[in-house]
């Protein structure tokens, strides 16, 4: 069962800083993908920061500059600075993966929990 778990959320200054974690585990072959989206409440999830496999990183408008997404794949982990915090980045924030599971070579999807992140002014 694959599984990706988050981690380093909380309460925070505006302006201040925090890294966000993500473990994924579980019977996978190979990931292709790691992204961070984020849901503020009572909005569509969107995309943060992606990290693929081949190719550059991108970011969110909103992310550049200010957000750096770095990945580890031999622990299959993927993390997210995110410095000059902002009350508008308050959000649950899900790690995402694209990834193959063990004997199969399809790409599916799969989301962490969500760890929520509060800025406060």
């Known amino acids: 069962q694959v599984q990706l778990v988050e981690s380093g959320g909380g309460v925070v200054q505006a302006g201040g800083s925090l890294r966000l974690s993500c473990a994924a585990s579980?019977?996978?072959?190979?990931?292709?993908?790691m992204s961070w989206y984020r849901q503020p409440s009572g909005k569509q999830r969107e995309l943060v920061a992606r990290?693929?496999?081949?190719?550059?990183?991108n970011y969110a408008e909103f992310a550049k500059g200010r957000f750096t997404i770095s990945r580890d794949n031999a622990k299959n982990t993927v993390s997210l600075q995110m410095n000059s915090l902002r009350p508008e980045d308050s959000a649950v924030y899900y790690c995402?993966?694209?990834?193959?599971?063990?004997?199969?070579?399809?790409?599916?999807?799969?989301w962490g929990q969500g760890t929520q992140v509060t800025v406060s002014s």
């Open positions: 995402c993966a694209l990834l193959s599971r063990s004997g199969s070579s399809s790409l599916d999807v799969y």
């Open positions: 579980g019977g996978i072959s190979s990931i292709n993908t």
């Open positions: 990290f693929p496999s081949v190719g550059r990183t």
